[in-house]
């Protein structure tokens, strides 16, 4: 019997995404008394909230970069009731402790994708298709262009790079994202079974990482003590903010590379200075992004964060229900290249459209 | 194949001119011959005509892909070059065991196939494609779409050949250059001393002048200088061999029949003579304005009315051979003295003489140079009288020195996303003046900024778009540019009235508001002024 058409389990507010029956929004980039969070990027998860519900290895990294709180931590797929509303977290795929989050009420089904990736990288939790009514997925990648090469290629690239710098006795920069892409290339690098040596940025995180007990190689913080002499052909992972600054004077001489889901279009890879471009991405690409949208039988399906407009047109054109959420998501992490433009400055207007 | 595109990877991220260098000299020590006289011939914008255009290789890109047109559309918005976009989108290869083809395969395939009919053109295309991986997808549609504008330069690839070959470059820039097929001519032809004695229509490579940013003082006494308008025309050779009349332009582009008037010269120039000069349009050896010489270009028919219109002429101001010899080597004031006998002999009104403007006095050109508007020069050129003609852009002997812009403060209105390099960045932008209060675009400029400027005003755009159309973006009308440009003209097609040439964004100005902009009468009256 179809419900009496009251409010939206879920709806856009200038906040975020709320859910008015458990009075809780989802990634507020405004500052709200509960808000349930994603993953630990800086575009999902804000500063000013009362209270934080999210899954125990975002934890650490919130209160790294948060500082205290009030967190509340939970696993995958474990039910939390809020004002009987249901609540559970599933992996996403995207980075550690990344989550899809699963609202159900009477008996209707949201989930809210979060940032997500469908390939299992081996350190972000494998991404788990929950069926739902209505889903509302990110777009990031959201075009055909955008299609991965399986990690496992990518990561070949990158140690032969590594090596054949190694081979000049150069030192290898790579520039990555400090949470999610870092920690992928530190797995990538292991293979070398010598101290990866990180920017502090990175290192900051990493520490944080430690609380969650995953293992990762050796690492060695950068600091105005490291001998030149340590860092000659040695590995470094830098985030972009750091790329054509002072800091890289020491490890000359040097080859660069940007890690990036945008490397995939070489202009962009020309546009940054940068010797080398690796498409290596922590989100869905567009066979991705479809096949995780089929696999949830949604009959509505909102798009945010991205290419929106385009995907949200394919689907509808495909026959599935379909509409373009405008966010304040996308100028965080992986998708800002800019390390100086200001991540609070942004669009907070909500257009969806018939 | 493979190892063309292995090339034009290397020279498409390479950061630094050795390792593109490095990866030329080995490409043209290891490629098979006929591939090397291809890539010669593609480097130095010589290429097969189009068999496809644009809007078909879309269509069989978007059956092979299945996706509707307007995603594909999206895509190459994005992507910003039509040969990636297509690239990128196809399904992956199904048969990747198939024996490579050499590039000039390839190329000689494209050439036969120019006159089929579709289906054939078609079925060969779409076979490539599904054996190629995506650099070599991209390198092909690069040849099915011509340009092979990727970071390397034409003198770049004449200096991996100077290398390669052991011979000057300068001698490789001239065999280079002209009128040859690389379908039907071989590596040894094409780079051996005798090619040049047997093309009757080759020209030489350009001596380019370096801008003058210091105060002419700086080099030296004013006797040792010859002083000419820089004219704005389109710098081009003018040749007479073997009792053929031949015409390049500085982009190589052999214009002999775009200009019948030069015709009218054959009878009057002796044979074996090569002029350097400006191809400009002249009543009576008065200039025109270049918007004139636009209408002329492009044009394959030309009207009674034109020819009356805008007839061109040649400013000659330099002779680089005489009586069939090569005399670059001679010191300019001997090549001015012959070129100058040459011309007064033709006394033919296409035929100009660039006149040395006379001074004795550094002062003195500085007054003069003032008057360049007025002369519809750009400025000055000083040349040394000592110097021989060079090969390319050599600091020293040949300058420009160019009058400032004419400029003007405007608003950013609305923006697109660049090409190539800048795909995913606003940096093409429209801006408007004042008109009450109302505003209205008069001019696009594309280059200027710093990147990180670049990166702000993107920024801004993201965050302030109004509306959209396609690809661009309405944007509050807030951030102030210096637009600088070389000339104004009226034009109908402009909803302000004029035209802008060489526009650009000369400064941000961010301590100015929209409403201190300047005013579309600010615009009629640099019209009244320079507009002529
Ligand atoms: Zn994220
Ligand atoms: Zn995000």
């Known amino acids: 019997m179809p419900k009496a058409n009251t409010t939206p389990l879920i709806s856009f507010t200038n906040r975020g995404l709320y859910c008015s029956a458990g009075d809780f929004y989802i990634d507020p980039w405004r500052p709200v008394d509960k808000a349930v969070i994603t993953h630990a990027h800086s575009d999902h998860a804000k500063n000013g909230n009362k209270q934080y519900l999210c899954h125990h290895f975002t934890k650490p990294l919130l209160e790294a970069r948060l500082g205290n709180n009030h967190y509340q931590s939970i696993g995958w797929n474990e039910v939390v009731r809020i004002n009987g509303v249901s609540i559970s977290l599933h992996p996403a795929g995207h980075m550690i402790g990344s989550s899809q989050i699963r609202v159900s009420h009477q008996d209707e089904v949201w989930v809210v994708s979060g940032d997500y990736k469908t390939e299992n990288d081996g350190i972000s939790g494998a991404f788990e298709p929950i069926r739902c009514n209505t889903f509302i997925t990110e777009s990031t990648f959201g075009l055909p262009i955008y299609n991965w090469l399986p990690q496992h290629d990518m990561y070949t690239q990158i140690q032969q790079w590594v090596q054949n710098n190694k081979a000049k006795k150069t030192t290898s920069i790579l520039f990555a994202y400090s949470l999610g892409k870092a920690q992928r290339l530190l797995q990538a690098l292991a293979m070398f079974n010598e101290p990866i040596y990180l920017h502090g940025a990175i290192w900051n995180m990493q520490m944080a990482l430690a609380a969650t007990g995953i293992a990762f190689p050796q690492v060695e913080r950068i600091t105005p003590e490291t001998l030149r002499e340590k860092l000659k052909g040695a590995i470094v992972i830098a985030p972009p903010g750091a790329e054509g600054t002072s800091w890289m004077k020491k490890m000359e001489p040097y080859s660069t590379a940007v890690c990036s889901g945008w490397m995939q279009v070489r202009g962009n890879a020309r546009r940054r200075n ?81 | 194949m493979q190892q063309f595109s292995l090339l034009v990877h290397t020279l498409g991220t390479a950061t630094k001119t050795n390792e593109k260098l490095e990866a030329l000299a080995t490409y043209f020590t290891t490629a098979p011959t006929k591939d090397k006289v291809w890539v010669i011939a593609l480097f130095s914008g010589r290429r097969p005509k189009r068999m496809a255009s644009s809007g078909v290789l879309q269509q069989w890109c978007c059956a092979l892909a299945s996706i509707p047109d307007w995603l594909f559309l999206e895509c190459y918005h994005t992507a910003g070059d039509l040969a990636e976009t297509i690239a990128l989108l196809l399904p992956p290869p199904t048969n990747t065991t198939h024996t490579h083809k050499h590039l000039h395969e390839y190329l000689e395939q494209i050439i036969d196939l120019q006159k089929a009919d579709e289906a054939a053109k078609q079925a060969f295309v779409t076979q490539c494609w599904l054996q190629m991986n995506t650099d070599e997808r991209f390198v092909f549609n690069k040849l099915l779409t011509g340009g092979f504008r990727i970071g390397v330069s034409q003198k770049m690839m004449v200096n991996a050949l100077a290398k390669t070959m052991q011979i000057p470059a300068s001698a490789i820039a001239h065999r280079i250059s002209g009128n040859w097929n690389p379908a039907t001519t071989t590596y040894e032809n094409l780079l051996s001393a005798e090619s040049v004695t047997t093309d009757f229509s080759k020209p030489y490579p350009f001596y380019l002048a370096y801008a003058l940013e210091q105060t002419p003082e700086t080099l030296g006494s004013p006797e040792e200088w010859q002083a000419e308008w820089k004219w704005d025309g389109i710098r081009g050779q003018l040749i007479k061999r073997n009792n053929e ?191 009450g209060d109302k505003l209205v675009s008069f001019t696009k400029a594309y280059s200027g900024l710093t990147d990180k400027e670049f990166n702000e005003v993107d920024a801004f755009v993201k965050r302030n778009a109004i509306e959209k159309f396609g690809p661009v973006r309405t944007v509050k009308p807030e951030l102030v540019f210096e637009i600088a440009f070389e000339g104004i003209a009226a034009s109908n097609r402009h909803k302000s009235g004029v035209a802008l040439r060489f526009p650009r964004m000369h400064r941000w100005r961010k301590d100015k508001k929209a409403d201190e902009i300047n005013t579309l009468q600010d615009l009629k009256n640099l019209l009244l002024t320079y507009g002529k």
């Open chain 2, 245 to 435: 009349l031949f015409v390049w332009s500085r982009g190589e582009e052999l214009m002999t029949d775009k200009f019948p008037e030069y015709q009218a010269l054959l009878d009057k120039l002796p044979n074996g003579i090569v002029l350097d000069g400006e191809i400009i349009p002249a009543i009576n050896g008065k200039p025109l304005p270049f918007a004139i010489l636009q209408t002329r270009i492009g044009r394959k028919n030309i009207s009674k009315k034109q020819l009356q219109d805008a007839p061109i002429a040649f400013f000659a101001y330099d002779l680089l051979e005489h009586e069939a010899q090569d005399i670059r080597h001679l010191p300019l004031a001997q090549r001015r003295l012959l070129m100058e006998n040459i011309i007064a002999n033709a006394q033919h009104p296409t035929l100009q003489i660039s006149p040395v403007i006379p001074f004795t006095n550094w002062q003195s050109l500085v007054q003069t140079r003032t008057q360049s508007r007025a002369m519809l020069a750009e400025g000055l050129m000083l040349k040394r009288k000592s110097a021989p003609y060079q090969v390319g852009r050599k600091v020293g002997d040949w300058w420009k020195w160019k009058i400032d812009a004419l400029t003007i403060d405007a608003v950013l209105i609305y923006a697109q996303k660049g090409h190539g390099r800048r795909s995913n960045l606003y940096t093409d932008y429209t801006f408007a003046v004042k008109d």
């Open chain 1, 274 to 354: 940068t010797d080398m471009g690796f498409a290596l991405s922590d989100h869905a690409d567009w066979k991705g992004l479809l096949a995780a949208i089929t696999s949830t039988g949604a009959e509505k399906v909102f798009v945010t964060h991205g290419f929106q407009s385009a995907l949200s047109r394919y689907l509808n054109e495909q026959g599935i229900w379909s509409a373009e959420v405008k966010t304040a998501y996308g100028n965080g992490e992986e998708e800002n290249e800019n390390a100086n433009s200001a991540t609070d400055a942004i669009n907070t207007t909500i257009t969806t459209q018939q």
